[in-house]
């Protein structure tokens, strides 16, 4: 039984290269990579965000993805990469949530990333991290990771007051975090996408789970970005008048359900 990501990132390597998957042909589906494979979602998710990081898959008109044109020369020319690498990004991520908590994601720069992170030289950080948008998406994946969705307990509502509950409080905690995740596309965070499946999980029994289940994580998302966009020394003093204005909009969105 196949647990990991890169291990499902493997066997379709293997199949670009052997010919069975061709440029322009669709990549297994996330609940796809979920049957065949017997992976979670987030692990569905985190493979398929793997396979566009190598340059093997990448977008379609469709939800899902599509094997590039380059992708048998990229199987072909695949290395294993260096041990350390996981470590050191996972260090670089670490730093700038610790930076982006103290004095806000507009005031990152890779040089303070570099120092918090052990004294990575600046010109380092590419063969880690892609971009300041990657770096962004792996903050909020970190954060997301650190608090898994609660066990399932209780009907549909119970459950989505605990998951929004949850969300608010990652939101209160790290400020910059509602500005940069995304539930539009969740396949770049599997994290991320493993709160959203949970939700759609819980509201199983209705048709329209999927759109129901966006509807109250960018709910819970927009109330916090909007304290985002205030003062920071305001919203400290109002923090606690702010929790029962969200508590009154998600009971109100909850009973449109």
Request: glycine residues 6%; hydrophobic residues 50%; charged residues 25%.
């Given at each position: 039984m196949t647990r990991f990501a890169a291990d499902i990132v493997a066997d379709l390597r293997r199949r670009i290269l052997a010919g069975d998957l061709r440029p322009g042909h669709d990549i297994p589906s996330a609940k796809d990579i979920m049957a065949e494979w017997d992976a979670t979602m987030a692990t569905a998710y985190k493979a398929m965000t793997l396979l566009r990081e190598e340059g093997l898959a990448a977008k379609h008109r469709g939800p899902g993805l599509i094997v590039t044109a380059d992708a048998p020369a990229v199987a072909a020319a695949w290395q294993p990469p260096p041990a350390h690498g996981d470590v050191t990004r996972a260090r670089i991520v670490n730093a700038a949530i610790e930076l982006a908590d103290a004095d806000g994601l507009g005031n990152l720069s890779l040089r303070l990333i570099g120092q918090r992170a052990g004294g990575l030289v600046t010109g380092t950080f590419y063969k880690w991290v892609q971009d300041r948008a990657e770096l962004e998406v792996?903050?909020?994946?970190?954060?997301?990771?650190?608090?898994?969705?609660?066990?399932?307990?209780?009907?549909?509502?119970?459950?989505?007051?605990?998951?929004?509950?949850?969300?608010?409080?990652?939101?209160?905690?790290?400020?910059?975090?509602?500005?940069?995740?995304?539930?539009?596309?969740?396949?770049?965070?599997?994290?991320?996408?493993?709160?959203?499946?949970?939700?759609?999980?819980?509201?199983?029994?209705?048709?329209?789970?999927?759109?129901?289940?966006?509807?109250?994580?960018?709910?819970?998302?927009?109330?916090?970005?909007?304290?985002?966009?205030?003062?920071?020394?305001?919203?400290?003093?109002?923090?606690?008048?702010?929790?029962?204005?969200?508590?009154?909009?998600?009971?109100?969105?909850?009973?449109?359900?």
């Amino acid at each position: 039984m196949t647990r990991f990501a890169a291990d499902i990132v493997a066997d379709l390597r293997r199949r670009i290269l052997a010919g069975d998957l061709r440029p322009g042909h669709d990549i297994p589906s996330a609940k796809d990579i979920m049957a065949e494979w017997d992976a979670t979602m987030a692990t569905a998710y985190k493979a398929m965000t793997l396979l566009r990081e190598e340059g093997l898959a990448a977008k379609h008109r469709g939800p899902g993805l599509i094997v590039t044109a380059d992708a048998p020369a990229v199987a072909a020319a695949w290395q294993p990469p260096p041990a350390h690498g996981d470590v050191t990004r996972a260090r670089i991520v670490n730093a700038a949530i610790e930076l982006a908590d103290a004095d806000g994601l507009g005031n990152l720069s890779l040089r303070l990333i570099g120092q918090r992170a052990g004294g990575l030289v600046t010109g380092t950080f590419y063969k880690w991290v892609q971009d300041r948008a990657e770096l962004e998406v792996l903050m909020a994946d970190a954060v997301f990771a650190k608090h898994p969705p609660p066990k399932p307990a209780g009907g549909w509502r119970v459950q989505l007051e605990r998951l929004s509950r949850l969300q608010w409080r990652l939101y209160r905690q790290h400020p910059w975090l509602a500005l940069t995740v995304s539930f539009a596309d969740p396949s770049l965070s599997a994290n991320v996408a493993a709160h959203l499946a949970w939700a759609e999980r819980a509201l199983t029994d209705r048709p329209d789970a999927a759109p129901l289940a966006a509807a109250v994580a960018n709910f819970v998302r927009g109330s916090a970005m909007h304290l985002e966009q205030e003062d920071r020394k305001a919203r400290k003093a109002e923090a606690e008048a702010d929790a029962p204005l969200f508590e009154f909009g998600l009971k109100h969105l909850l009973d449109g359900f």
